[in-house]
């Protein structure tokens, strides 16, 4: 199972950048999706996650600055991040959860830095 993430790049503090990750359609709309994020020295958090039901949460960080959503026909979940802060930098990663049978399985991006300048 792949997912393919983008939309990352370099952009000033306060400004905004979109993120995408397309997965793929037969676990898609069935798995819940969520973004992580990593900045150097630092262990991966959880950004934002969206249910299969589209019920959505974030972390206290990203709150009122972040909005998760999907799009069920694309395959695709998408992170716009507005009034991005320096501490914004990390390299940010999609997730994908699925549960079957009593069993959970996880899948990983590749990976997409953003770098916000100060």
């Known amino acids: 199972v792949q997912l393919q993430a983008f939309g990352g790049g370099l952009v000033q503090a306060g400004g905004y950048l979109r993120l995408s990750c397309v997965g793929p359609?037969?676990?898609?709309?069935?798995?819940?999706m969520a973004w992580y994020r990593q900045a150097p020295g630092k262990q991966r958090e959880m950004v934002a996650r969206i249910t299969s039901g589209g019920g959505a949460n974030y972390a206290d960080s990203v709150k009122g600055r972040f909005t998760i959503s999907r799009d069920n026909e694309r395959n695709t979940v998408y992170l716009q991040m507005d009034r991005l802060k320096s501490e914004d930098t990390a390299v940010y990663y999609c997730?994908?959860?699925?549960?079957?049978?009593?069993?959970?399985?996880?899948?990983w991006g590749q990976g997409t830095l953003v770098t916000v300048s100060s």
């Open positions: 997730n994908a959860e699925l549960t079957l049978t009593f069993r959970l399985y996880e899948y």
């Open positions: 359609r037969s676990i898609f709309s069935d798995s819940a």
